[in-house]
């Protein structure tokens, strides 16, 4: 996978909510298949990097969490 940011504008400021954009909400991950060969050998795929970060923050609290359980047990 490869890092893309997506261009919105000249500015960070988000045009609805008129909030200034962090970085990693303008980033995404884009598969390299597709970016490489192109939409005729791949269907465009691609995460935004605030969704992964989201998803892995929570399995490291899930598994911090198991780990603290584990430690009491003793």
Known sequence: MQV???K???TDVD???KKRREPI???YYIFQTYNRLGKDVC???KIEARSLYDHV???IRYHAELA???DNVQ
């Open 15 to 17: 045009r609805t909510t």
């Open 4 to 6: 893309r940011y997506e």
């Open 8 to 10: 919105k504008g000249r």
């Open 25 to 27: 909400d303008r980033a």
């Open 57 to 59: 923050l929570a399995d």
């Open 43 to 45: 269907t465009s795929h």
């Open 68 to 70: 603290l359980r584990d």
